[in-house]
């Protein structure tokens, strides 16, 4: 077996000094026969600390776990988390020469296997490898990730006083809000199925964040309130704002203000005894054109 440091780069090749003659084909899953043509194509870039709690390529934090801490699905070293604290990437291109299988080169795939030897140890055991063609199996994040494809999670849908039709001014309060519907606020829910992994998601909106369009922002936990006649010049309860500056120049007097909505969304998801969470967002916008106060004196 090869043992590396996660900072050093190996490369093991059948011409080099490094020859795969420490490398069995009794170990599990190797695939270097030296019996045969020794070669191998081992190649492990890069520094930084192992996928212990998270923090390479890969999905949120619990999606995979290692001895009851989350490893990230996906290292951009060595490929696709495997179990067992073990990544396992494609060799690309495949060696020439057929491995030593009576399945054929059609049937698998050659590979490296690059397995921690502890969480957190940053120390590397590499094994030549193949698996059947085709890529490693599912994680259970890589399932919800395809299960939260199927969910709509819509942009806000827009209600704002001043109407879009008709005009606000400065020192007058602006209210903001979403209609209510699963696609602009949820509940949402969805699951998919990957051979034994079922996972399940929720999706519900958590905030909005609202871009007034002249570099100011408000943030509501809630979808604000509808503006209704009734309430006259008051300010809106749940989510509003007030507009320091016109959006109309003498230049250019009918000019509006570009206002921005991200809605944040808060998606769990439950599955292979497993779970994690997931922070998409989406986006909708409008306008309102901001004028000045008319003061008239006698």
């Known amino acids: 077996m090869l043992t590396s440091l996660r900072s050093l780069g190996l490369v093991c090749v059948a011409a080099s000094v490094l020859l795969c003659s420490t490398i069995s084909a009794a170990d599990a899953d190797a695939g270097c026969d030296t019996s045969t043509a020794p ?44 179990g067992n604290g073990c990544y396992w990437a494609p060799d690309n291109p495949q060696p020439v020469q057929a491995m030593p299988s009576a399945d054929g080169p059609s049937k698998k795939v050659w590979g490296v296997k690059s397995c921690y030897t502890a969480p957190g140890s940053g120390a590397v055991t590499q094994l030549i490898a193949w698996r059947e063609n085709g890529a490693p199996p599912m994680t259970a994040v890589q399932v919800a990730q395809r299960a939260l494809a199927k969910l709509h999670l819509s942009g806000a849908q827009i209600v704002v ?17 979403t209609a209510v519907t699963t696609g602009t606020w949820g509940p949402q829910q969805a699951s998919d199925t990957e051979g034994r992994i079922t996972v399940s998601i929720n999706a519900r909106a958590s905030r909005i964040v609202w871009r007034m369009g ?24 749940t989510c509003g704002y007030v507009y320091a500056a016109p959006s109309s120049t003498l230049a250019h007097p009918h000019a509006r203000y570009t206002i921005t909505a991200t809605t944040y969304w808060t998606v769990t998801w439950a599955g292979d005894g497993q779970n994690g969470g997931m922070t998409p967002t989406s986006q909708a916008q409008t306008s309102v054109e901001i004028g000045e106060v008319q003061v008239v004196s006698q």
């Open 39 to 82: 070669w191998c194509s081992v190649d492990t870039p890069g520094t930084g600390a192992p996928p212990a709690g998270g923090g390479h390529a890969g999905g949120a934090p619990g999606g995979c776990r290692w001895a009851g801490r989350p490893v990230p699905c996906a290292d951009s070293a060595f490929g696709t988390y495997v």
């Open 161 to 177: 006083a001043p109407q879009a039709s008709g005009a606000g001014a400065v020192g007058l309060p602006v209210w903001l809000s």
């Open 214 to 237: 002249d570099g100011g922002s408000v943030s509501c936990a809630n979808p604000g309130t509808a503006y209704e006649p009734r309430f006259g010049m008051a300010a809106s309860p």
